[in-house]
């Protein structure tokens, strides 16, 4: 199937998508959210790592196999961070080829353990097939936790909000940062409890800044002017394992290659948040953590539509482009 | 790898898994319990088929997509029954051949949502992935919900208890069974009214009678007894819609072959029960249900091991062979 016929379907899915009265948001956000009885609402999340789509086990730009079970929980850790949550426990699908070696299962699991201890949640089952169709896939299912009615959604965002950025962005898969990010929970614990209700809409940065900020703009019915030099860029550590050619290209590349690489391609799972402005301005004056929290710009009315603003001063309207694996 | 390659591996994984204070009960049950703050705790599975493991595509005994939906989503809302509780909640993975038909996608997720509607839980969100490495594989996790503290285990089997099982078992694969059947959902809420706490164990017959009952008695400590000429054994309709020619074969099949596939052929998913014994009798006494609940045997002593009864009063052990995908 093409991209379009894939975002058709998934809009039909959503559409029809059987409900039940706990289920507070339902499919579209990072999370599923439910309104569990008793004074925590649960955050429900269901991602994937497939061979081929999200990593390459061969080549120069090959994935350890503890690498892809980090990256398939930290990928649903970063769904949490982007409402606010807090994983409780995890559960994983594992999908193995035929003839795969106990040394890639172990790796795999020693991925999604070290995950889970970084951040005390618990793995609470599992289940592995192997199967003579299939390459390698790893699923995973996580629950988390916070304050009833505190999770970010995407919509929510209101003219004038500051928005901000953690981390840096740009370059993810080129320089291998896809497979060894860490989510930001710690980042989005702490915003939590300077802000309280002062975040208006969140969501992590997998699709591109482009089309992750459009899917905020369309949730909460604004527009956002983002400035093209306030945009914190991924720039490698020499000594970050890499094999990828592409890190000499990245290394001289131009601000505009920069910026392009910033709003189109994806898997930086950064958090992009919409702050009250004068929260915001509190809380990167306050900030005093390694990971950076930028201001990149702000929402503006829905008319004015997303766009970017150049060193110079000119306006250019952003494109909804970037990756296309979840569109 | 071989099956006990993966044995030893889950065995290794289980034991090194993380932690958390809210999970009462881990990995190696049918699901995964959480103590969630409040008065009702939950139940967190994760499952998959995967094509040529779980389904095959083409040839006689193919599935349709709609059946490798349906029996995705109603392989977890088995578990669930199996602990004694309702789903509430699904995610859905779906990973598809590159190149597959939308009428193959469409035909899936009719099967999720036909099992969300039947049984009134909410399809809360979902991943799609299309790779070209990986054949079709659906992933399910599902949050069910049940009294705080309430939740049928494996363990808790007590000398004395009557053994019962729902529906009828044997040669599901075979006939087609393991793609259609209905999850005992509706019966284990009727149990559940009826019984309280007189459930003292439970799980769902997907590994075969024999592996199943050993789960049981190992995690209880105990051994069991089970009469040959009380296993209701599964006999497909006539009209049932079955292509597959060893149909034919089993209509013909000796009472010998009926035993062997009641315990050894597995994806039965039916309900096993160990229940305190006067609770049992009044529980068949009143059953007015279509799928019938039998007394199949008794728990006894460990030291007495696991054994079938013949009809002419024959003890031998039942060895404890069954189903290998999930060891």
């Not at 699991?109 to 199967?131: E, H």
């Not at 390459?135 to 928005?163: I, M, Y």
């Not at 898969?173 to 989005?188: I, S």
């Not at 915001?280 to 603003?309: F, K, M, N, Y």
Request: contains cysteine; glycine residues 12%; aromatic residues 6%.
């Amino acid at each position: 199937m093409q991209a379009m016929g894939e975002l058709r379907l998934i809009k039909r899915f959503r559409a029809a998508a059987p409900r039940h009265p706990w289920v507070a948001v339902g499919p579209g956000q990072d999370c599923a959210i439910l309104n569990w009885p008793g004074d925590r609402d649960l955050a429900f999340k269901i991602d994937q790592v497939v061979e081929g789509t999200h990593f390459v086990l061969q080549g120069p730009e090959a994935a350890t196999p503890r690498q892809v079970g980090w990256k398939a929980m930290a990928k649903a850790c970063s769904d949490i961070a982007a409402v606010g949550f807090w994983p409780v426990a995890a559960t994983v699908a594992v999908n193995l080829r035929r003839g795969s070696s106990e040394k890639l299962a172990l790796g795999v699991y020693a991925g999604l353990q070290a995950c889970c201890v970084r951040y005390s949640f618990a793995l609470a089952g599992g289940d592995i097939s192997v199967s003579t169709k299939v390459g390698l896939s790893v699923v995973v299912s996580l629950l988390g936790e916070g304050p009833k009615g505190g999770a970010w959604l995407r919509k929510g965002a209101q003219c004038g909000d500051a928005l901000l950025v953690t981390g840096r962005l740009g370059g993810s898969r080129r320089n291998g940062k896809h497979l060894r990010f860490k989510p930001r929970l710690e980042e989005a614990r702490i915003i939590r409890q300077r802000l309280g209700a002062g975040v208006h809409a969140c969501i992590d940065v997998t699709d591109g800044l482009s089309r992750d900020l459009h899917h905020v703009c369309d949730e909460s019915g604004c527009g956002a002017v983002v400035f093209e030099d306030s945009i914190p860029y991924f720039i490698p550590r020499k000594n970050a394992t890499c094999t990828s050619a592409a890190l000499v290209e990245h290394a001289k590349c131009s601000k505009r290659t920069c910026v392009e690489s910033a709003l189109g391609d994806g898997e930086d799972f950064e958090l992009l948040l919409a702050v009250e402005p004068n929260a915001a301005e509190d809380l990167i004056r306050g900030w005093r953590h390694r990971v950076p929290l930028t201001r990149i710009g702000s929402i503006q009315p829905a008319h004015q539509g997303c766009v970017v603003v150049a060193g110079d001063g000119t306006r250019r309207a952003m494109h909804n482009v970037g990756y296309e694996h979840r569109p």
